[in-house]
């Protein structure tokens, strides 16, 4: 038994390391490690069965809650664990401060707590110089794993404030493609440009913010005026329409806006994978022709479109992964309830 209790500094060294790795790849590097993307996949998956079973899309508005405090309680518990057993693999290595006996597993336990809280309440102590390095090591650990902690949730916050701004803007401009359309031409002082030198700058920060952390693309809202996952489609889509159906010059600014759309489609499905859906039916520009827009013949738009499957399909699977329906970013439906 004693052989095997010597060797539990392996895995508590493996999961010690693991957790550190991942803080600084998450909060650092590429915005999501592969620990905390196996819990946010995890966590996702179910919430995601939970609202389907339910037919409730309002379940998905806990994405946010449960993937932040799922990855916090994952990091916090590895690295607990971790130490626990880097302590406890060697007997003697701590001792009640006051009866000088070996601590227990659970004492063991309570040590590393208080020591990675940065409590040092001294109940217990290490006995030998190299415990006791380790425990200010472990001490360091703690301190990291905090200030980490807080550079992940800080820019969560920002970068949904940025996502509920786009999405409340297009939401009352629209709703749908076309409705945004032919609302920015009648009711904008900016006309068409509204929908693009206007947005370049909140669209370039959510592109911005979804590079960093592409995790956001598993955040989702409750209400529809709220949810960029419907919203940014039917931006996608509307600019689409204006640079392949429209006669004459695009609006100022329309390529740049459409990159930033398709970049941020991109990191959505890269952070999601999977196979895409098949590509959603071309608009029914009735609703433009209607409104007095020269627009060319639909022929010359659904060759324009064959360009572009790839971005559609994207958009479509976020339309998908929100629980909205294509009907709802083409402006063929009803507000959803």
Known sequence: MRPMRQLLWVPGTVMVLAVLVDLLVTCIQSGEGRLSRAVHRQLYAALRLAARVFRRRGLLAWSTPVLIMGTLTVWTGL?????TLIFWSQPGALVGAENGQPATFLASFYFVGYTLSTLGLGEIIATKPLWRILTDIASISGFFLLTFAITFIVPVAQARADRRELALWLHRAGPGAQALIINAHTDHDQ???????????????????????????????????????????ALGEALLILEGALRGDCPQGLRRALASVTSVARTFHLTHGGALPPVPPPPDLTPLRGAGFDLKSDAEFHLFLANH????RRLYAMTHMGLWSWEEVAGTHG???
């Open 79 to 83: 690295l607990w664990l971790g130490w």
């Open 335 to 337: 507000e959803s309830s």
């Open 191 to 233: 006309g068409l440009r509204s929908l693009t030198t206007s947005l370049h700058s909140v669209l370039n920060r959510i592109d911005a913010a979804h590079l960093n952390t592409p995790y956001l693309h598993r955040f989702h809202d409750h209400d529809q005026q709220d949810a960029l996952d419907l919203h940014l489609p």
């Open 309 to 312: 499957t790839q971005l559609r």
